[in-house]
């Protein structure tokens, strides 16, 4: 099966699992877990924008860093650029955070709500150039996913 027909087969099932949830954490942490089951990535978590910075949130790996400054590191930039960042050799980005020395490349998706990046979504790789063009359509698609089952409710 290619990349892309596994996201195919992969995203009515997350949606299937988060449908009617809409805690940002319940949400998170069973995404983490179906996406680091079906794709056995290193690292595959969420961090959440609070009081300023990215805080770590629901994730399947190895321990990680807790707190990220706007801009720092591909979490950071990726919040404060607003778009996805795909990085095939991550000790090639200038600021990169290792949290691990196992990371070998990484790919961060900003979640929004409305035009606001709420959070991100970071998975690692041990390998050099893991991710692509596939992955950041597919996994923006999961970031579209999340936000519209926690962020995009009508308050009556």
Known sequence: MTKKERYEVF??????????????????????????????????????????????????????????????????SAWKEGRTLV???????????ACSSLSRSEIVVPIFDGSEVRAVLDIDSTELATFDDTDR????RVAR???????SRVLF
Not at 27 to 45: I, Q, R
Not at 145 to 151: D, F, N, P
């Open 11 to 76: 995203l009515p099932q997350l949606a299937a699992l988060i449908e009617g949830e809409h805690d940002e954490t319940a949400v998170m942490a069973n995404t983490s877990a179906a996406l680091a089951t079906e794709f056995k990535w290193f690292w595959t978590g969420f961090y959440v924008v609070r009081d300023g910075e990215l805080l770590l949130g629901p994730f399947q790996g190895t321990v990680a860093c807790m707190h990220i400054g706007f801009g720092r590191g591909v979490c950071g």
């Open 137 to 140: 359509e597919y996994l923006e």
């Open 87 to 97: 990085v095939p050799d991550v000790e090639e980005f200038p600021g990169h955070i």
């Open 145 to 151: 996913l999340i936000a519209s089952q926690v962020y």
